[in-house]
């Protein structure tokens, strides 16, 4: 017992940078190697989410697992970028990467395309949200989604920019990677021109609202600006940050979005560090740091833990979309309490919905915006919580240490006697950027990548972004 303490305690204090640092990352974090364990063990779990569970004859990701699922081609997007990771980290081969990532394009290359409503995977160049997990399908009557179509493509295009060989696999995938991009017709998403479209049925036609910022969109408007064949015009971007929202929770100052995903998913492919775009320039800061403020106010926030959820604290935080228990209002000490299953937990001067359940990715996702505070969170919900969150593919999607009720029906998970409710299943769009803005935080290996990448260049060069990394390259 002793010796288990001293470790919990060398590892916190090399995560919070008081002692014993040694190892420089990429975002000027140091870490002492004996927290390069808990880092390595949470890498290597991640990444095998992605290279197990992924259907190895057609590349789709599962949404969801072990729940028998169908694939988010969002997912999809997260696993063709955490390949590499695993090259890199010696998990597998490049050969083995390189051949799951041309099974996975191939298949989105020449899956049916059209304005059918059933027998399609996509439509004008973006694809539906959910897909059968044999048949690629579309699932049932989701819709057309324009966000997960982008984040699939933020996958391939890193998929075209690593796969840089001669070999025969590598050019045929830089070349998939190339006409899959370049078939999204944006033009056509712009119903309401200049902004996007969230999506499309074929029964109905195109979704009525649009995508407004702040979001995860983000990298939506970068690849739509960014099109060689289909861009959208630069007053895109300007009316898509028209509608941010300026303001101050908890002491930090910043654009608002309550659920840190949306802080998160385009950091995971764009180095946004010392780059503003005119929004930024006139508030003085960039959106690496507007993310930081965005997760440093969520741990104030449950330091302060207003609506008295069991555990929130320094080390017990994180709001963001998540499974959860159920779909009901119980009382807790007394007091009526609203629960929801999936839902977008939010913590921001925009809107506040908590339940109680703290979202391992939340602070995963953030890691290389305040590693002294992230790091310490994960490692502290492992050791307190221990195999009940933390499993063979790393974190669960979700627990809530105030729900102990055993006299209902849960929708997801279990209940834990005298400890909580934890989630079941492990969610691919929350273990991509866990495993990826890990391995940026570490080596900034997606964002090095991504810099080589001419239509990212150009996306955030016609979205007027300027200085830092992109000096010289806006011609």
């Not at 295009?157 to 840089?164: E, H, I």
């Not at 994960?378 to 240490?401: I, K, Q």
């Not at 299943?425 to 990548?449: A, C, F």
């Amino acid at each position: 017992m002793i010796r288990r303490h001293a470790r919990a305690v060398a590892l916190l204090c090399a995560a919070t940078l008081l002692s014993g640092c040694s190892v420089t990352t990429s975002t000027g974090a140091n870490v002492d190697r004996s927290a390069q364990a808990f880092l390595d063990t949470l890498a290597l779990r991640t990444f095998h989410f992605f290279w197990n569970t992924t259907n190895a004859q057609n590349g789709l990701t599962p949404d969801r697992y072990p729940t028998r699922s169908f694939s988010s081609v969002a997912a999809v997007g997260f696993a063709l970028t955490a390949y590499p990771v695993g090259v890199e980290r010696g998990y597998i081969t490049r050969a083995q990467a390189a051949e799951r990532t041309l099974t996975t394009l191939r298949f989105f290359w020449r899956a049916p395309h059209g304005p059918a409503p059933t027998g399609i995977t996509g439509h004008q160049g973006f694809f539906y949200h959910f897909l059968d997990m044999q048949t690629g399908l579309r699932f049932e009557t989701v819709e057309l989604s324009t966000i997960d179509t982008s984040l699939l493509l933020a996958g391939v295009l890193f998929a075209q920019s690593y796969y840089d060989g001669s070999n025969a696999t590598e050019v045929e995938i830089r070349a998939l990677g190339d006409s899959l991009y370049r078939r999204a017709d944006w033009q056509w998403a712009q119903v309401r021109s200049p902004l996007v479209s969230m999506g499309w049925r074929p029964e109905r036609g195109f979704i009525e609202a649009d995508w407004r910022g702040y979001n995860e969109a983000m990298i939506l408007l970068v690849l739509a600006l960014g099109s060689p064949t289909h861009p959208v015009e630069p007053n895109a971007w300007h009316s898509w940050t028209s509608t941010y929202r300026w303001g101050t929770f908890h002491g930090y100052e910043h654009v608002g979005f309550g659920p840190l995903f949306g802080h998160q998913y385009s950091h995971v492919w764009i180095d946004f560090r010392g780059i503003r775009d005119e929004y930024m320039r006139g508030r003085g800061i960039d959106y690496f740091e507007n993310s930081r403020r965005a997760t440093l106010a969520q741990r104030a926030y449950a330091i302060a833990n207003p609506m008295g959820w069991r555990d929130y604290g320094p080390n017990i935080w994180g709001l963001t979309a998540s499974d959860g228990p159920i779909d009901a209002t119980l009382p807790v000490n007394g007091t009526p309490r609203r629960f929801w299953t999936y839902h977008a937990r939010a913590a921001d001067f925009t809107e506040v919905r908590d339940d109680g359940t703290i979202v391992p990715t939340a602070a995963g996702g953030s890691i290389p915006f305040a590693p002294e505070i992230a790091i310490p969170a994960l490692f502290e919900m492992r050791r307190r919580y221990g195999d009940h969150l933390f499993g063979e593919y790393g974190f669960l999607d979700a627990f809530n240490p105030t729900f102990t009720f055993t006299n209902v029906t849960l929708r997801h998970g279990r209940i834990v006697p005298d400890v909580g409710w934890f989630d079941g299943d492990y969610l691919g769009i929350d273990q991509g950027p866990i495993l990826l803005m890990l391995e940026n935080h570490r080596n900034g290996l997606v964002w090095k990548t991504m810099k080589r990448n001419p239509h990212i260049v150009r996306g955030l060069c016609r979205a007027g972004f300027t200085g830092g990394w992109l000096e010289g390259r806006c011609g």
